[in-house]
């Protein structure tokens, strides 16, 4: 809460001290239109805008030193791995969220809405952690679960199944949930309700603030390409925008399961973006021009 007054607060200071100037401007330009179409209207895109963004002596990817370009290609290539480290991230935690190979909206529902006909436990064990422990175990751990957890059964029965199959991760000096204690099993025991509050915020900042970042790099280095301008600044821009709905998804999810298809929307969306940026970057700085794609007709680029 304390990150969101801050934010809305800083929001306002900016707003106030810019404010006097843009209805300035906007004011010199046209008294009788309203404020945001004169806004809008000073950065729309003309004709020449559709042109290859690139002017006579300008930086670009096929000009750079072979320093930048060999820079640049390892951020690129290093981020690339990343997010395809990021979708088998994905696959082997929510992707196995309902059992099932793949990801699928089910998937993306029981990890935020959660799978609310039984426990958090019980879908881990029919999930990610079913090739963990046998299954007559696992059934029995299943059942534990369904009875309500009930504390009797825990010190002779259930208790030595979690120490032989579960305890060697989930432990007290590990970031999981501590199963050597009778509380945090009961917890994961109760109907599965999905993502809490807490873990939401705390997944939701870590991606906006990192995430966000990538994008911004990735960004920087694709603006330097031989590009047309319109389709640029879209490319540039997309991530950004599907980031938000990606995340923002995850919230609304938890109240609303239909909104899980947002999640794969969101990330299917600036993945795309992301890999066109990266391998337009990378064929504009090492391949000849002759060999770039999109091939943008001759007087595109003459500007």
Not at 29 to 35: A, E, G, K, L, N
Not at 62 to 70: E, G, N, P
């Amino acid at each position: 809460m304390d990150l969101i007054l801050i934010l809305i607060i800083a929001s306002a200071v900016i707003a106030i001290a810019f404010w006097p100037r843009c209805k300035k401007q906007c004011a010199s330009t046209d008294s009788h239109q309203p404020f945001w179409k004169t806004l809008l209207s000073s950065h729309a895109l003309s004709q020449e805008d559709d042109m290859i963004d690139i002017k006579p002596g300008s930086t670009t990817l096929a000009r750079l030193s072979i320093t930048y370009k060999v820079l640049f290609t390892g951020f690129l290539l290093v981020i690339g791995v990343g997010l395809m480290m990021a979708g088998m991230q994905i696959m082997l935690t929510h992707g196995k969220a309902d059992g099932k190979p793949g990801v699928s909206v089910n998937d993306i529902v029981y990890s935020y809405y959660g799978n609310r006909s039984g426990s958090k436990l019980e879908s881990m064990l029919n999930g990610a952690m079913k090739a963990m422990a046998p299954d007559e175990e696992r059934f029995a751990l299943i059942q534990w679960a369904r009875d309500e957890a009930p504390i009797k059964e825990w010190p002779g029965k259930i208790e030595p199944i979690f120490k032989q199959y579960c305890v060697s991760c989930h432990n007290a000096e590990a970031t999981i949930p501590d199963f050597t204690k009778l509380a945090n099993v009961q917890k994961v025991a109760e109907v599965d309700q999905g993502a809490s509050i807490g873990t939401l915020t705390r997944v939701s900042h870590i991606h906006l603030f990192g995430i966000s970042f990538i994008f911004l790099f990735v960004g920087w280095i694709f603006g330097m390409s031989e590009y047309q301008l319109r389709w640029k600044l879209i490319l540039i821009s997309t991530p950004f925008a599907f980031l938000l709905i990606d995340v923002m998804s995850w919230w609304l999810t938890k109240y609303i399961p239909v909104f899980a298809w947002f999640t794969i929307i969101g990330g299917f969306g600036y993945s795309l973006a992301s890999t066109v940026m990266i391998f337009t970057a990378l064929m504009q700085m090492w391949l000849p021009r002759e060999n770039w794609w999109p091939k943008w007709k001759e007087d595109e680029s003459n500007q």
